[in-house]
């Protein structure tokens, strides 16, 4: 009988056979070693040498693998030691993270209000424990085992197989020290890398209910209520919101809250505000570096749910810190604060806000970089989109928000971003969740219970067929280009396949937006423009509002030129809008003495409060579905009580077409990874490019 081989061991090629001396009845092989030996057997007895082929029925398992790694040679030797299941204890080892001294002092909190093991100074212990069943072994008995120079060594009176390599790199490995973000990182998404190598790993003691609290960034009970300063009633799911910003604010974390555009994010950032100023640990000025457009919107906020809150702008050659006040808010831009970043890192900061946080997408960037500089006892980001992009996009405002979180750009992108973007790992999908999801609060419109007092929201794709003359210019252009394109290379053929595809929106638009003409008749050219009037008409005749937005300022000029002649009241709000002109644009707009409102898609596309609109109008379509969807937002959002119609327009067998169908499909990535859009597409074949651009169908 061969008893079968220690579990470790894999298949492999057969040792010679030999012949054993028969010891007379009752004393074969299999009847000296069918029971588990006392203590004191040896051990020579209880092993034998294989005699006969191993039956199909009880397959052993060799691996040269198994032998090299054990006896320090790749072939096997000529006799093959069998060992009893019995006998082959497997010797489990797990990482635990945790505080040095894991008792109730480790739980306890310092003056700064952070639990003593969060301190900036704190370093978390990294230790192996190993185990035989459920019986953890002792830092002598790991010592033992490091020590020894075979794989079967007795230990607690039992025979263990091991291997001495791994058992001396985990005493090595004994007493590691981590930061306490890097110790987070590990246990949320239960692995670490150690010495090149990913190994599992678990929290201890205090380390571990921080992991359980922070695993669920809505769960557990509420631990403050609505500030008494604060002039409204906050939503259940803004309360929420709000006591996850205080938890993570509490324990100098930071967090993202990435709730949909309209869910009250500027609210709860108010009421955060408010309560930090009740404890003395956290009170301070509050910091919010914002777009341009959305300064006055925030005062106007303040002063409507926080009465009687200092705030003041930081903005334009005036602009002053002094008198700086505890419970005071500061307004800036990006510009500002990238200009003037040492006068605001000079300050005392309770908190730092970035608002439509992905201005720092860019790690990279001037602005970045400043912000950067700024510090806090808080960081808060808030978006709409936490992903435009790519996932570095992501990494970039975590990284701000909890620096060394995700760790450096370049191990996050190899680790995480390539596999996730790629789809092809679905387990590094699961490991950036869980990473980086105590530390984003994202929720939707859509989601059960957020906002059930929300209209509904129509969305229309309007198709238009294009005009003789917009069909010659888009055929002529697309045949000279792709003639251009096939003979260049390089970046130069990349610059040629951004011409073209601009080229082709243009034309679609207008034809006299590509022609660049300065007094063009504007009338019956444009099969877009033809649908534009027919909605407005109907709109109109509603005593409706309607925004009508544009990537293009020329296209805008021409609709404003257009509509002024047809008697119809416009305004058009783009990023050369001095700020106190766009909020008495705001104001004329939300008023009703303004019925539609054109819009520049970027200067426009975030912050504003536009819920007098009924009508959502996108003349042209942007590369990517969410900056679409913050646009829209402007109307669809908290404070709207009529349905909202979205209409966009598409120009038929054009290359909108074929985007808009391969947007469509990526709605459902617009959360997590996006394509690069017009940088993407610069990348394709020259017959992928054709296919992609060629008029067709009822185009032409």
């Not at 490091?146 to 007493?175: F, K, M, N, T, Y």
């Amino acid at each position: 009988r061969s008893w079968p081989t220690p579990p470790t061991c894999g298949r492999g090629p057969r040792p010679r056979k030999r012949k054993i001396k028969n010891r007379g009845p009752g004393s074969t092989p299999s009847s000296r070693c069918a029971g588990r030996p006392t203590p004191g057997k040896k051990l020579a007895p209880l092993l034998h040498a294989k005699k006969k082929k191993t039956p199909s029925s009880s397959p052993t398992r060799r691996s040269p693998n198994c032998w090299g790694r054990l006896h320090g040679h790749s072939r096997p030797p000529k006799n093959q030691v069998h060992w009893p299941r019995q006998l082959a204890r497997r010797l489990t080892a797990r990482a635990v993270i945790g505080p040095p001294d894991d008792g109730e002092q480790a739980s306890g909190r310092e003056s700064s209000g952070l639990p003593s093991f969060l301190s900036a100074d704190a370093l978390l212990s990294f230790n192996w424990r190993f185990a035989l069943g459920d019986q953890q072994l002792t830092r002598a008995e790991l010592d033992q085992l490091a020590e020894a120079g075979r794989p079967v060594v007795r230990l607690r009176d039992e025979w263990v197989l091991i291997d001495p390599a791994e058992a001396r790199r985990a005493r090595e490995s004994q007493d590691r020290k981590l930061s306490p973000v890097d110790a987070l990182g590990a246990v949320l998404t239960g692995t670490a890398e150690v010495d090149g190598r990913t190994v599992e790993v678990e929290a201890s003691g205090a380390l571990e209910r921080l992991r359980e609290r922070l695993a669920e960034p809505e769960g557990g009970p509420q631990e403050i209520g609505q500030p008494a300063a604060l002039q409204a009633s906050l939503r259940d799911y803004q309360l929420r919101g709000l006591n996850w910003l205080h938890r993570m604010t509490s324990l100098g974390l930071g967090g993202c809250l990435a709730d949909d555009m309209g869910l009250g994010k500027t609210i709860t950032l108010i009421a955060l505000h408010l309560h930090r100023q009740t404890d003395p640990s956290a009170a301070g000025p509050t910091l919010v570096v914002c777009p341009t457009s959305l300064m006055g919107n925030w005062q106007r906020e303040i002063g409507k749910f926080a009465p009687g809150t200092p705030v003041r702008r930081f903005h334009g050659a005036a602009r002053s810190l002094e008198g700086l006040g505890d419970g005071e808010f500061v307004l800036t831009t990006y510009g500002t604060m990238r200009l003037d970043a040492a006068r605001l890192a000079g300050a005392d900061w309770g908190m730092v806000v970035a608002d439509e946080a992905q201005h720092v997408k860019n790690p990279y960037s001037a602005t970045a970089r400043q912000l950067r500089t700024i510090g806090a006892k808080a960081r808060v980001a808030l978006t709409g989109t936490p992903v435009e992009n790519n996932l570095s996009e992501l990494w970039a405002i975590l990284d701000w928000t909890t620096p060394g979180l995700l760790g450096r750009l370049g191990t996050f992108r190899s680790r995480y971003a390539q596999a996730v973007e790629g789809g092809a790992d679905p387990a590094a999908a699961r490991r950036l969740g869980a990473l980086v999801r105590p530390f984003l609060l994202r929720r939707r419109k859509s989601d059960p219970g957020i906002a059930p007092e929300l209209p509904p929201k129509t969305e229309t794709d309007r198709a238009v067929s294009l005009t003789a003359e917009q069909t010659g210019l888009y055929e002529a252009v697309v045949r000279e280009t792709l003639a251009a394109i096939s003979e260049a290379g390089g970046m130069e053929r990349r610059g040629l396949v951004v011409k073209l595809l601009t080229a082709l929106k243009q034309i679609c638009n207008h034809p006299a937006q590509y022609l660049k003409e300065e007094r063009p008749r504007v009338e019956g050219r444009s099969g877009k423009l033809e649908l534009l009037d027919e909605l407005l008409d109907t709109i109109l005749s509603e005593d409706a509002s309607v925004l009508v937005f544009t990537q293009y300022v020329q296209m805008a000029r021409l609709l404003e030129g257009h509509l002024a002649r047809r008697g119809v009241r416009t305004q058009f709000l783009h990023g050369g809008t001095p700020v106190p002109e766009r909020e008495a644009m705001v104001n004329r707009f939300q008023n009703g003495e303004v019925p539609v409102f054109l819009l520049s898609l970027k200067a426009a596309g975030t912050g504003l409060n536009l819920t007098r609109a009924e009508h959502v109008v996108h003349y042209d379509r942007w590369w990517n579905p969410a900056v679409e969807a913050q646009a829209t937002d402007r109307a669809y959002r908290i404070g709207q009580d009529r349905p909202v119609q979205v209409h966009r327009l598409i120009a038929e067998g054009t290359i909108e077409d074929r985007i808009a169908r391969m947007l469509e499909r990526k709605k459902d990535l617009a959360d997590s990874v996006l394509g690069a859009g017009e940088a993407a597409l610069t990348e394709l074949t020259d017959a992928e490019l054709a296919d992609l651009v060629e008029l067709r169908g009822a185009g032409r």
